[in-house]
């Protein structure tokens, strides 16, 4: 999920006030947010051992809205090897615009863990691998936010699919992840479920990887 998302789908007349106060109140928050977002970034698909991960969340702020989901899959010679599947109670409402796109409602995180009880699990899933996300600087902020209040350390440097996309395939119209699904004949049944896009932004790290390597050789 990133700022496209919520730009493309979300229409005033769709939401209640308080709803859309509170959807602009994150689009403006997220905008200062992520600009104070660093991490190692990758610009070549060119290594086969790494991890991809998306998150869905309760809005665009990785300082004031909250991790509803992970999906992640660690890969290894470009195999998924281990998966990291979770729900996770935001103890905060999901707003119903979210829930209405992402088709994850308060009654299904009501009995899941918090982000404490799992994170540190994922964070030693991540390993020292790299990072393979669809607009990455709105999960590393998520990612990288969380890990301070939980005083936990994360340094893995971050390859972000939408820049990578750009750059071997400047030709293409659009960088979204449906639009990208679309054109490369990915599947992705159950698009803005972290791990359907998790599975999917793997599908096309694999064309962007042998895009790379095609290059290289030439």
Do not use: W
Request: net charge positive; glycine share 2%.
């Amino acid at each position: 999920m990133h700022k496209d998302f919520l730009n493309n789908l979300i229409k005033k007349s769709d939401l209640k006030n308080t709803d859309y106060f509170v959807y602009n109140q994150s689009k403006t928050k997220k905008s200062t947010d992520v600009e104070k977002i660093t991490f190692n970034k990758l610009s070549k698909a060119n290594f086969k051992d790494y991890i991809v991960l998306d998150f869905e969340t309760t809005g665009l702020s990785p300082i004031n809205d909250k991790i509803i989901e992970i999906g992640a899959i660690k890969v290894k010679d470009n195999i998924i090897i281990d998966k990291f599947d979770t729900l996770i109670n935001p103890k905060m409402p999901i707003p119903p615009f979210i829930s209405n796109k992402i088709n994850i409602t308060n009654e299904m995180v009501k009995d899941k863990p918090f982000i404490e009880d799992i994170f540190k699990d994922f964070i030693k899933f991540l390993e020292y691998l790299p990072l393979v996300i669809h607009n990455a600087k709105f999960d590393m902020g998520f990612l990288i936010n969380n890990c301070k209040n939980l005083s936990l350390s994360i340094n893995n440097p971050a390859l972000d699919t939408v820049s990578t996309t750009k750059i071997l395939f400047p030709e293409l119209k659009k960088y979204n992840l449906a639009f990208l699904c679309n054109h490369f004949n990915i599947s992705n049944p159950n698009a803005h479920r972290a791990m359907s896009d998790v599975l999917a932004t793997y599908e096309l790290y694999k064309i962007l990887y042998n895009e790379t390597m095609k290059k290289t050789i030439s």
